[in-house]
């Protein structure tokens, strides 16, 4: 059997990348760290309620095209991205128009970046 018959290898998929369970922090999650931490202050269903209408204004003041500012941690700020041309891979003599779109990018704090620089290395797979 020559190499022209071997059988192609499988392309890989385009996407995010699985995520284990542990790995991802949700609404409930996080309105459960701050019930322990606030030691039994606040009841849980109240603190799940904060958490959602914060994240309720903050997804208003982005539909108003505001940036959201939160000092030591970063910034979420709505940028337009102007329409384009683009190509079909498959078929690079067609163009096709992309539309014009808003997106919301996150940018870093600075001391949020020197806490994840002290942090421990993750590793690589």
């Known amino acids: 059997m020559n190499a022209d018959s071997a059988t192609p290898k499988p392309r890989k998929k385009a996407g995010r990348k ?3 369970k542990e790995a991802t922090l949700t609404r409930r999650e996080l309105a459960v760290n701050i019930h322990r ?11 799940l ?4 209408l914060s994240i309720d204004c903050m997804a208003d003041a982005m ?7 939160f000092r030591d941690f970063g910034v979420f700020e709505v940028l ?6 683009g190509r079909n891979p498959n078929n690079p003599q067609n163009t096709v128009v992309i539309p014009a779109r808003r997106m919301v990018k996150f ?5 949020m ?13």
């Open 18 to 20: 699985p995520r284990a």
């Open 37 to 47: 931490k606030l030691g039994q202050k606040c009841p849980a269903s109240l603190v």
């Open 49 to 52: 309620e904060i958490v959602q």
């Open 63 to 69: 539909l108003q095209g505001r940036h959201i500012e």
């Open 80 to 85: 337009t991205r102007r329409s384009r041309l």
């Open 107 to 111: 940018k870093l704090s600075r001391k």
């Open 113 to 125: 970046m020197e806490r994840l620089a002290a942090a421990a290395p993750v590793e690589q797979k």
